[in-house]
């Protein structure tokens, strides 16, 4: 029966040294709490109080992975929260600004444009309407 090479010293050490890395390379592009793919609402969603909005303000509801926006003339809007670069849940708002945990890509919560890269491409806009004092949001119709 004909042996087999054994391996070297140097093989193991550089398979050893490359694995964690390999995996560390997957876990960079998961959000924080492991949930690689958020979700958008796939139906209409009751947000919460109009009120809880000021003109030229914006409110993050990251249960709902959406964010919504009111313009200085009172008009909503609103948009999926699921980042465009590597479809991470964005779960922070600083003013009117989304940051991105995964890898730091911002975008404006008033228009949905990218701010800041590695993302380019902006938010998917969702529906949005005030229903009896209630923000209602969800896809497209």
Do not use: W
């Not at 200085?72 to 948009?79: C, I, M, S, V």
């Not at 890269?117 to 119709?141: F, H, M, Q, S, Y």
């Amino acid at each position: 029966m004909p042996s087999r090479p054994s391996a070297s010293r140097r093989t193991v050490l550089r398979g050893a040294a490359v694995a964690p890395v390999a995996g560390f390379g997957l876990a960079a592009c998961s959000a924080p709490d492991g949930n690689s793919a958020g979700a958008t609402p796939t139906a209409p969603v009751d947000l919460g109080k109009e009120s809880e909005i000021a003109k030229g303000g914006a409110a993050l509801y990251a249960d709902h992975n959406v964010v919504v926006s009111r313009g200085e003339d009172g008009t909503l809007k609103a948009y999926s929260t699921i980042c465009t670069h590597a479809g991470c849940p964005i779960n922070k708002l600083q003013g009117t600004t989304l940051i991105c945990p995964c890898h730091g890509s911002e975008f404006d919560a008033m228009t949905g444009k990218a701010v800041q890269t590695p993302a380019t491409e902006p938010l998917a806009e969702l529906a949005v309407k005030a229903t009896n004092g209630r923000i209602v949001a969800g896809p497209a119709d």
